[in-house]
């Protein structure tokens, strides 16, 4: 007669029925509810914090391309020697034909944009408020072209103007106190070149437009000045500082860095958003990976105690699985019954977990405003953490790997004692009975 297959009907009904059974019945021991809700909470709490560390890698990248070059080709400074003086002198890089250089990199493959810019820091100022600020002279096609800055819903004011004044961040607007329509003056230290030396340069510019790039250091401190009117404030009449590159696909922007090189010529340097903000997205890497080990001890501490309450219930089953074996079960049939008591342990508690989890991800939002607002504003600080908001975006892996990784702990705990079931004597076991 052949054996009945592994893991047959009989052995989840019998296991399924210790685990409904009533205590006093030797069922479900008060240990097998902690560890029930201990991987409910472990699991729960694992796809939160991936959901959130996601989010806000995902917010804090978009901010980056949102509002930044993928790529920027620049000239380096040389050196050269002046005989009149006998001193050696350092000439920045400009670029000169920043117009032909401009468009031979945007015929290079995959990249969608190539613009020259002009750079400089100033001292922003209305009234008795000052704020150290950079000037960034752009055209108002680039400018439209950028999602954060030409985002409607986060700006005041109307592009189109742009031309007749500037484009500041609301952090800025708000510590100069400044609104659309405004006067705010730029001061710079490099200006008109006199006989007696160079003299800082003061300029009022009207505000045209107040964006929001989502990012607290950008919205504090950027100004977008037109392209013309920056070379003539910064002094850079026919030239360029860099020519700003975007490519089709950012994550993968390095690709493009020995192209750019090659059509910059021997003086061309390039400087790519992972170069700008690398060390800090390998830091959320290294975090990330961290906060997965501590919350899968924490499921860990939480599968032992599925060991524990197993135990009991092995010990409160002995007359019931020496029965069992003097009817013919095998010790592999018993060693799956138990396995089967702790893997549905296991396997309830994750699914509660996920459940419990993908709500908390889905209101992240919500939970954090009522935490600022119960704390004053104090929960998150834009300052510190350099967005605004605390987003959670969830993901299929991290779901996987916050499953598998319950499952797979619930699962080996619960061997040990199902192993020390299926070796239990049937004779020691009935000899009192």
């Not at 996601?54 to 949102?66: H, K, P, Q, S």
């Not at 930044?68 to 005989?83: D, I, L």
């Not at 010790?331 to 459940?355: N, P, Q, S």
């Not at 607002?373 to 959670?392: D, M, Q």
Request: with cysteine; proline share 4%; hydrophobic share 45%.
């Amino acid at each position: 007669m052949a054996s009945p297959r592994p893991f047959s009907r009989y052995e989840f009904m019998i296991a399924w029925r210790y685990l409904r059974a009533r205590r006093a019945e030797g069922g479900v021991s008060v240990m097998t509810w902690i560890s029930l809700i201990g991987i409910t909470l472990g699991v729960m709490a694992l796809i939160a914090t991936l959901a959130v560390r996601a989010g806000f890698r995902a917010e804090y990248v978009d901010t980056i391309l949102g509002a930044n070059a993928h790529s920027t080709v620049y000239y380096g400074p040389t050196t050269f020697y002046n005989e009149l003086t006998e001193e050696n002198y350092i000439n920045p890089g400009r670029i000169e034909d920043y117009d032909a250089l401009a468009a031979k990199i945007a015929q290079i493959p995959g990249v969608t944009r190539a613009t020259p810019v002009i750079r400089g820091q100033v001292m922003a100022s209305q009234g008795d408020a000052a704020n150290v600020a950079e000037v960034y002279g752009v055209t108002l096609d680039v400018l439209s072209s950028m999602e954060r800055i030409a985002d409607p819903e986060t700006s005041a004011g109307n592009l189109a103007d742009f031309d007749r004044g500037v484009a500041i961040g609301i952090g800025l607007a708000r510590e100069l106190g400044l609104m659309v329509g405004g006067k705010i003056q730029l001061t710079a230290p490099q200006g008109a070149k006199t006989p007696f030396g160079t003299t800082p340069r003061r300029e009022s510019y009207d505000v045209a437009y107040i964006f929001s790039a989502g990012r607290y250091d950008i919205d504090r401190t950027r100004i977008y000045m037109p392209m013309a009117e920056a070379q003539s404030f910064f002094n850079r009449e026919g030239v360029a500082d860099e020519i700003e590159v975007f490519v089709t696909d950012p994550e993968r922007v390095d690709d493009w860095t020995l192209p750019l090189l090659q059509a910059a010529g021997e003086r061309g340097q390039v400087w790519t958003w992972r170069d700008a903000s690398g060390d800090f997205l390998r830091a959320l890497d290294i975090e990330d990976n961290v906060m997965f080990l501590i919350l899968g001890i924490l499921v860990l501490i939480a599968s032992m105690n599925i060991t524990s309450g197993l135990i009991m219930l092995v010990k409160n089953k002995g007359r019931d699985i020496g029965i069992l074996r003097t009817m013919g079960l095998t010790e592999g049939a018993v060693l799956r019954v138990f396995f089967l008591c702790g893997a549905f342990t296991g396997v309830i508690g994750t699914i509660a977990g996920v459940v419990l989890g993908v709500i908390l991800s889905l209101n992240v939002e919500h939970i954090m405003a009522f935490l600022n607002w119960a704390s004053n504003g104090g929960a998150w600080n834009a300052s510190v953490r350099g967005i605004y908001e605390l987003p959670a975006k969830l993901r299929g892996i991290d779901i996987a790997k916050a499953v598998g990784l319950s499952l797979i702990l619930s699962f080996v705990v619960t061997i040990f004692p199902a192993r020390r079931a299926a070796r239990m004597n049937p004779v020691e076991a009935l000899r009192y009975e």
